[in-house]
């Protein structure tokens, strides 16, 4: 879902070519200092950096603050990128470190009200039960839903983060090592135990 990202800028979204640029060719467009790009790169990743933020903060409002200082200090800092990582590696790096740094702030004031999807058992998604279903199965449903939530606030923040770029953002491991500084072998370990500790909290 897009939200509405106020800059310190006033853009629509891109008419023209730069929707179809590789992330490249926009980094290059955005050093020589055209808006047209930035638009492009916001209307490409917005979603995204709000979902994975949205994942570690569970808060609509603080989600959207992150996503729009991510977007702020690309805006600002885009002329020193030298392509070391991925544009997109670069974009959730700035996210998650955003979003864990707002949660160490608010630490006392975390809220559990809005959480878009959950890994289920299986490693799949678990989305909202349809309406259909019968009246048992959704009370069992959502009291699963209720005690994910809770695992998922439990783990440590680096099995939360490689958690949520694998199964919300669907990233390759070498795309969550990238963004993690770390080793695909380290990224599989963070995966493993924070599926054990779901699922052992689960069980118990």
Same mark, same amino acid.
């Given at each position: 879902?897009a939200?509405?990202? =106020?800059?310190?800028?006033?853009f629509? *979204?891109?008419?023209?070519?730069?929707l179809?640029?590789?992330?490249?060719? *926009?980094?290059?467009?955005l050093?020589q200092?055209?808006?047209?790009?930035?638009?492009?790169?916001?209307?490409?990743?917005? +979603?995204?950096?709000?979902?994975?933020? *949205?994942?570690?903060?569970? =808060?609509?409002?603080?989600?959207?603050? $992150?996503?729009?200082?991510?977007? !702020?200090?690309?805006?600002?800092? !885009?002329?020193?990128?030298?392509?070391?990582?991925?544009?997109?590696t @670069?974009?959730?790096?700035?996210?998650?470190?955003?979003? #864990?740094?707002?949660r160490r @702030?608010?630490?006392a004031?975390?809220r559990?009200?809005?959480?878009?999807?959950?890994?289920?058992?299986? +490693?799949? $998604?678990?989305?909202?039960l349809?309406?259909?279903?019968?009246?048992?199965?959704?009370?069992?449903?959502?009291?699963?839903?209720?005690? *994910?939530?809770a695992?998922?606030?439990?783990?440590?923040?680096?099995?939360? $983060?490689?958690?949520?770029?694998?199964?919300?953002?669907?990233?390759?491991?070498?795309?969550?090592?990238?963004?993690?500084?770390? =080793?695909?072998?380290?990224?599989?370990?963070? #995966?493993?135990?924070?599926?054990q500790? !779901?699922?052992?909290?689960?069980?118990?």
């Amino acid at each position: 879902m897009a939200f509405g990202l =106020s800059l310190p800028l006033s853009f629509e *979204l891109p008419r023209c070519s730069r929707l179809s640029a590789t992330d490249e060719e *926009l980094v290059a467009q955005l050093q020589q200092g055209s808006e047209a790009a930035f638009r492009t790169l916001v209307a490409r990743y917005q +979603n995204r950096i709000y979902q994975t933020a *949205l994942s570690l903060l569970h =808060s609509p409002e603080e989600a959207e603050d $992150v996503a729009q200082e991510v977007f !702020i200090e690309v805006y600002q800092t !885009i002329a020193s990128f030298r392509g070391e990582a991925a544009l997109s590696t @670069w974009l959730y790096r700035l996210a998650t470190s955003r979003a #864990l740094r707002c949660r160490r @702030w608010a630490h006392a004031k975390k809220r559990f009200a809005h959480f878009t999807s959950l890994l289920g058992l299986d +490693n799949q $998604v678990l989305h909202e039960l349809p309406d259909h279903a019968h009246p048992q199965a959704l009370l069992e449903g959502a009291q699963q839903l209720g005690l *994910l939530r809770a695992c998922l606030g439990r783990l440590p923040a680096k099995q939360q $983060v490689a958690f949520t770029l694998r199964h919300e953002q669907e990233l390759s491991y070498e795309e969550i090592a990238a963004v993690l500084a770390t =080793s695909v072998p380290a990224v599989e370990s963070l #995966l493993f135990r924070a599926r054990q500790k !779901i699922q052992q909290s689960l069980q118990a």
